[in-house]
């Protein structure tokens, strides 16, 4: 599995574990909605400034989100 | 400290450890020199799939390279 599908599994799974819908993680992390849907659906490619802000929204290390 | 300048920082503070020149580094990682030169003076703002490469080139979990 690549890092791109693994950081959309571990999105989607760490998000429903807080009970956070995707408009609440995208508010928390100062994200665009839509942009959210498209990480968990594997569908972007996102710089690790980006990945930093949902790793602080979800309070988790960044390894937990790419490794 | 921001992932930036962590990611920074590591890559230096890992490649020096196995002792790798950067063009050495670069050609394993399959990226070019002056890109790597950038990501160690924490000028450059990179995709996940570069960090992977880098983190695979050097043979440790990404969390290395950014937490």
Redesign the interface.
Known sequence: M???DR?ARNLRRLRQLKGWSQEEFAFRAEIHRTYISDLERGAR?????V??RLATALQV????L??
């Open positions: 690549d890092v791109i950081l490619n996102p710089t690790i400034t990945v930093s290390p960044i390894g937990d790419l490794d």
